[in-house]
């Protein structure tokens, strides 16, 4: 987890390869129903589009599915879910009805300047449609507003890890193996 444009989707693409695990990313996968213009893809863009959160109860069915797919893989990593505290409890009962467990929460972390930048040149190099100017600076407010809190908790768990993510690609992938 960690503020858009830290990294988390580059990181967990890396880590899938490097683990050999199924990589679940709440944000690719949106961004394929809204591609393939499907009903979750129509409601999403609407959210995604205004710089919120897709609501709970869609995230946690793409979860479920997801999950149930992998179940009998080695693990998997979540990215961009769960991303407040209510997706988190949904999270948990879900897991248990599955009988599986998180083993560990990775937090990357940045300065905000560091992240802006980052995103403005991700809408240049890939002409997302939420890093837009306009739509980032909120991003990082609801980010900060909804999604901290589960730092909170993880911490409180004792599976959180927070890694650095400034530097090279290479060496924040580096960082969350020695973390892991």
């Keep these: 987890m960690g503020p858009p444009g830290v990294g988390k989707g580059t990181q967990a693409s890396i880590l899938k390869d ?49 999950l149930i797919k992998f179940k009998n893989k080695e693990g998997y990593i979540l990215d961009g879910y769960p991303r407040n505290l209510q997706q988190v409890e949904d999270l948990e009962i879900l897991l248990k009805k599955l009988n599986q467990s998180i083993d560990v929460a990775i937090s990357i972390t940045a300065k905000k300047e560091e992240l802006i930048n980052r995103l403005i040149k991700r809408r240049k190099d890939t002409g997302r449609s939420d890093d837009a100017i306009g739509i980032i600076s909120k991003r990082q407010d609801v980010y900060w507003d909804q999604t901290a809190p589960i730092i909170k908790h993880y911490r409180g768990k004792g599976m959180l890890k927070e890694v650095d993510g400034l530097g090279t690609i290479e060496e924040i992938t580096k960082r969350i193996i020695n973390t892991i």
């Design 18 to 66: 490097h683990y050999e695990i199924p990589h679940i990313s709440t944000g690719e996968i949106l961004r394929k129903e809204i591609a393939l213009n499907s009903g979750i893809g129509k409601i999403s863009k609407k959210y995604i589009n205004d710089g919120l959160f897709v609501p709970d109860e869609i995230l946690i069915e793409i979860i479920q599915d997801y």
